[in-house]
Structure formats: C-alpha cells, structure tokens
C-alpha cells in the first residue's frame, strides 16, 4: 500500500487548497479513505472520511461546511477541498487507509497564515 499526498503549502486565512492523495498496491475503490491531520503539539486528528464509493461522508466539527472529501475511484485519488481556511487549520495532513491495518502516507504541511 503506498499513499502520496500533494497539494500543501502556505496560504492566507480565508484562502484555499486542495489537497490529493494517490493510492496504489491495494484495489482502492473498495476501501474507505479519510484524512487526518496533526498541529504541532497535538495529537492525529480525524479530519474527513469517504466510503468505497463516496456515498457516504463525515467530518470533525471543526471543519464542517468548509472541507469537503471527495474521490475518484478511476483515479485511484482521494481529495480534500479546503475553503475559509483558518489559522489553526496548520498541520501536516496525512491520508489513510485501513487495509488490514492502518496506512499512512507522508503528510503534506499546510501553513494558513499573513
């Protein structure tokens, strides 16, 4: 399983970015996918999950209205849209797979700041 995430980088509050994680090495539309992130200092949070065929979706509290999931199973892609970013929106955001077990790929660091 080997997931790489893109899309991260420095932007003003209130901007946005879109975040891409390709997955490869397992048959990808028939897992969930999600999206994590860390804060300096802080603990892995959930961010976002997606189901197989992305019927289904949830979020943390903290991003509802403002990030959306979303995936392309053709693509073997899973995205993270990000509107109204705030500052303590700042982590390295890591995609997920659970597999059999639970697989990560390498992060990518989001900076919202002036």
């Known amino acids: 399983v080997q997931l790489v995430e893109s899309g991260g980088g420095l932007v003003q509050p209130g901007g946005s970015l879109r975040l891409s994680c390709a997955a490869s090495?397992?048959?990808?539309?028939?897992?969930?996918m999600s999206w994590y992130r860390q804060a300096p200092g802080k603990e892995r949070e959930l961010v976002a999950a997606?189901?197989?065929?992305?019927?289904?979706?949830n979020y943390a509290d903290s991003v509802k209205g403002r990030f959306t999931i979303s995936r392309d199973n053709a693509k073997n892609t899973v995205y993270l849209q990000m509107h109204s970013l705030k500052p303590e929106d700042t982590a390295v955001y890591y995609c997920?797979?659970?597999?059999?077990?639970?697989?990560w790929g390498q992060g990518t660091r989001v900076t919202v700041s002036s």
């Open positions: 997606i189901s197989s065929a992305g019927g289904s979706t």
């Open positions: 997920s797979a659970h597999v059999l077990r639970r697989y």
């Open positions: 090495g397992f048959i990808f539309r028939s897992y969930g």
